[in-house]
């Protein structure tokens, strides 16, 4: 598929809302209402509040800040993506083997659905989905690899997975790749999938499952006399650890009581774990800046109790043995 060639029109015809009101009304019933969005000297206004339209990029991050990032300040946050991110091409991301499998799936799972609708990527990175869809959105709260190099001519904005600036059930599909499990406040971010999702759309989400501190605190590359205490003993038992009959007398006893214990009732929350992440620029390892560790039978557990079809893992025997595929799923 060809590079959709783009200016900053394309602004007009996305569902945006107001990040803020979004996060003002988060706790209230009322539905989330759009604001009437207008263009004025390189900015985006919705109601009283003013948003940046960078080089045609919208960046709609709430203004009073972003639940969920006391464990790491938003200075933080954009410093460490910067190092990682900056200078990056999303040509040159398209020639490694990085999710070249996934990206294969989702256009073929968007021909095999008929998906005509507006397609949401979150956490797009340099935008290596871009082309997958015609009505394709990428959001990204790194503003270095929404700016990439060959990532001009599609659409994307600057956004928070915790309040996603899109109105109700506007998406017919929403996927998202190594991301979630970044995001301080992973149950906000699975409740905007929600609520932007239309009924009968489709969501695809691959957070690296299980993240945890053995990342975070770098053990697997620091030495035995970097380590303090019990990290010692976690680094001498990496192997066993990572044994699938080990990992397998876990995680499973845990599912099936997880899945038996939330029978039959409905709406339920993400269940995740909090993460300290790492992010230092001395050292850098896979998924050390993670915030949070989420399993995927507690991602099952959460759609189902709202009436999702699992796609992914139709049985119970599925779910409870599942190990790092996607889950997919579809809105009642």
Known sequence: MVPILLNSDWVNEVPFICPTQLSKQRNSTATICPHLLQREFGSLIFSSN????????????????????????????????????????????????YLAHEREMVRHFIKEKKIRGWVLEIGCGTGIFADCSSKYIGMDYSCSSVFAEGFENFRRFVGDAQYIPLTDSSMEMVFSFNTLEHVPRPDLAFLEVDRVLAPGGYAILHPAWNCSFIQNRLIPVRSYSELKGMDKLVKISLPALRNRGVKFCLRVPRRLWRALANFGRSHLPLHYQELQPYMGSDVFIADCDACASIDVM???????????????????????????KPVVVRKP
């Not at 699992?310 to 599942?322: A, E, I, K, R």
Request: proline fraction near 4%; glycine fraction near 10%.
């Open 50 to 97: 003013v948003y940046q339209l960078t080089a045609g990029v919208p960046v709609l991050l709430p203004l009073e800040g972003i639940e969920g990032d006391e464990k790491i300040t938003e200075e933080e946050r954009k410093k460490f993506y910067i190092q990682h991110y900056g200078g990056r091409s999303r040509f040159e991301d398209l020639a490694s083997d």
């Open 298 to 324: 507690d991602a099952i557990l959460f759609f189902k109790s709202r009436g999702y079809e699992c796609l992914s893992h139709p049985g119970m025997f599925d779910q409870v043995l599942s190990g790092h």
